[in-house]
């Protein structure tokens, strides 16, 4: 059972930046595709990027330029770098994985998620 743990939300002003992590345990990270979901109030959860075991990525079209996913297999850590961040980018975000090396389907599993906080 692979556990995810997120960190580095927090309070931001509009424009500013923030870089979140998720560590997993287990062997399976490598071979795991990652990604981040994000829920705000009363919305859905959705797709915010993803990144095969290649370092392959895909963006929701709300984030693209903004937003970079990465991995690091050594440290079994996935990143979501946010710039330029916007009121509508204020929700929880949610690590998770896919037992596969591509992001096919739903999750297979989440972390606990971390509150990102666009405000003035």
């Known amino acids: 059972q692979v556990q995810l743990v997120e960190s580095g939300g927090g309070l931001v002003q509009p424009g500013g930046s923030l870089r979140l992590s998720c560590v997993a345990s287990g062997s399976s990270f490598s071979s795991n595709a990652m990604g981040w979901y994000r829920q705000a109030p009363g919305k859905q959860r959705e797709l915010v990027a993803a990144i095969t075991t290649g370092h392959s990525t895909k963006y929701a079209d709300s984030v693209k330029g903004r937003f970079t996913i990465s991995r690091d297999n050594a440290k079994k850590t996935v990143y979501l770098q946010m710039n330029s961040l916007k009121p509508e980018d204020t929700a929880v975000y949610y690590c998770?994985?896919?037992?596969?090396?591509?992001?096919?389907?739903?999750?297979?599993?989440w972390g606990q998620g971390t509150q990102v906080t666009v405000s003035s």
């Open positions: 998770n994985g896919w037992y596969n090396s591509y992001y096919i389907g739903r999750p297979d599993y």
